[in-house]
């Protein structure tokens, strides 16, 4: 039975953990050969042990890379091409979320950190792997922003400000590039149940009382829970496929509606 990546591969960066971890199984799962780009070689090893169990069959380049670096991105562009010949798709994934602190205390060092990853590192993806689909006529783009990126969350200047410029972005290749046959969209998660959502609600209520502030961040959320990996990885998954080739210069929230209320 023919699946939606047969014959396809994609990139993946930050691939090592939450979000890229769970888009890389589900997009193994449909036939995709898959290129895991994360800065931590044992993260990766953890994401191909997943990825093998979840589809043995699955062809898996493992790359280590630091997405803010130029010379870095050029390499895990080239080398996958050298590897499976094509790129099909980017799930530009990669981001910290950074120190909480509130403007006026932010780190400036802190701030260019959060940029170069977040914002800096998707610039780098599609600036390298967009020559490719060009040439291939073909080929979609998923960039991370995040409901960071809709709209304000206090204390996370440096994340919120790397957001709303990658949704920008996003509609700029858009509008740039769709006469090639490529899509580039960006999803917006919100609360989404990863470590780097754990290690926030750490920050702010310690390791005794991150629960309960969990607890009480998504009691405001129309679906009254967190969202879950698996559910994001659906929709990147959608969004990579060709059932969506005419979803062009989209930001999509995932995040149980939370950023339409008042």
């Given at each position: ?105 932010y780190g400036t060092e802190e701030f260019q950190r959060v940029i170069s990853i ?35 969350v206090p204390n996370q200047v440096g994340y919120g400000a790397s957001k709303h ?89 995932i995040d149980g509606g939370q950023s339409q209320a008042y």
């Open positions: 039975m023919s699946q939606r990546f047969d014959n396809k591969t994609i990139i993946i960066t930050g691939a090592g953990s939450g979000l890229g971890r769970a888009v890389a199984v589900r997009l193994a799962s449909e036939g995709a050969a898959l290129s895991l780009v994360d800065v931590s070689q044992a993260a990766l090893e953890e994401t191909r042990a997943e990825v093998l169990a979840a589809e043995p069959a699955t062809n898996t380049t493992l790359i280590v890379a630091d997405v803010s670096k130029e010379d870095d991105v050029k390499r895990y562009v080239d080398q996958t091409v050298a590897s499976h010949g094509r790129i099909d798709g980017l799930y530009n994934n990669a981001g910290v979320e950074g120190k909480q602190n509130p403007v006026a205390d977040n914002l800096n590192g998707v610039f780098l993806g599609m600036k390298y792997t967009l020559p490719h689909m060009v040439k291939q006529g073909s080929g979609a783009i998923v960039n991370a922003s995040s409901v960071g990126g809709i709209r304000a410029a990658v949704a920008g972005m996003t509609k700029d290749a858009a509008i740039e590039y769709g006469q090639y046959g490529i899509s580039v969209n960006a999803i917006a998660p919100g609360a989404i149940m990863t470590n780097m959502v754990k290690g926030s609600l750490i920050q702010i209520g310690g390791e005794d009382g991150w629960e309960d502030v969990g607890r009480e961040f998504v009691s405001v959320n129309p679906m009254r829970r967190f969202g879950e990996p698996e559910e994001v990885a659906s929709l990147v998954a959608y969004l990579l496929s060709q059932e969506a080739v005419f979803i062009n210069g989209a930001v999509i929230p």
